[in-house]
């Protein structure tokens, strides 16, 4: 089978990644739930064959990944007529792996991906930060692109977006849009970051604040009157600002706390939940800054924020929790499996029993 057949597959079956790694027949994952073919097992020679087809693809040189010593390589690439991919390329005992994401040609409808309007209206702040938290493969990268693509049509300005690879293309509408990958038009995120610093930006999309030296410079640029996404691998309000925070020195501690509670706008957490009918729903944490946020977050109280949270409907605010609660009442997703992507389970547990859920 030919790369170019294997996507075609891929996409023919909706399949959201797909695994070649030798000793392994070809294995999809379609709706959060692997798929393995009858058929025989990729041999090293397989695998190593298809990375190649999948370097002349993306147009890049395999013999860098083979000769610097990277432990894995990601990008993304497109197939005329098939579709837009996200490649990570990888070594494992010996022989070379893949895992091949499908990134749908054009920019994802808000409403088929069930992002809450209460998201989409974060690109109405003119400066500060934005956090899309959750773990890999949440869909935080299609909600960022759908803020973009809002930011895109309703403001004017210059937006920035630094990603590692770049998925989502954004046309210059009444935006320009500048679009950078890292490693291949810069290094670094920092160094990204730093840089579109001195391109007169008033939209920066940062792919992800990975170390203490993009966290702080994130948190400087949102502090210059810029406006600033970026995502973590966090779930919940409470656990991304102490992410942020244990992310720094003791003696340097106090003083981000002080900055994150002045420029940080909102947080939202996000996880797809397996649906009864086998596909998957989003569920949805939505933090909206207020007075009360920021003392809590000055005075080292980030374990109240919940409760804040939860009595913050009227501000478009819902926990991870009650967003789990709702999926399982409109019968969308079983009471157990909601338990499991919980918070507090023992909390929403009570909650169903009072309910009679």
Known sequence: MKLEQLLQEMVDAKASDVFIIAGLPLAYSVSGRQVRL????????DTEAFVSAIYEASGRSMAHFMENGNHDDDFSFAVPGVGRFRANVFRQRGSYGAVIRVIPFGL???VEFHIPDEVLRLAK???GLVLVTGPAGAGKSTTLACIIDRLNR?????????????EYVHKHGSCIVTQREVPTDV????????????????VILL???RDQDTIGTAV???????????TLHTTGAAGTVDRIIDAFPASQQRQIRIQLSMVLQAIVSQQLVPTIDGGTAPAFEIMITN??????????KTHQLDSVIASGGAEGMRTMDQSLFGLVKSGQVAKEMALQYSIHQEALEKRFEMEGL
Do not use: C, V, W
């Open 125 to 127: 702040f003119q400066k």
């Open 291 to 300: 007075t009360a946020i920021r003392n809590l977050i000055r005075e080292e």
């Open 38 to 45: 009858d058929s025989a097992p990729f041999k090293p020679a």
């Open 207 to 209: 792919g992800e604040m």
């Open 187 to 202: 290094a670094t995120y920092g160094e990204a970051l730093r840089s579109a610093m001195r391109e007169s930006p008033d």
């Open 220 to 230: 400087t640029a949102a502090e210059m009157a810029q406006l600033l996404f970026s």
């Open 154 to 166: 309703e403001r004017t300005g210059h937006i920035i977006t630094m990603e590692d690879p770049i």
């Open 108 to 110: 994802p409808d808000p």
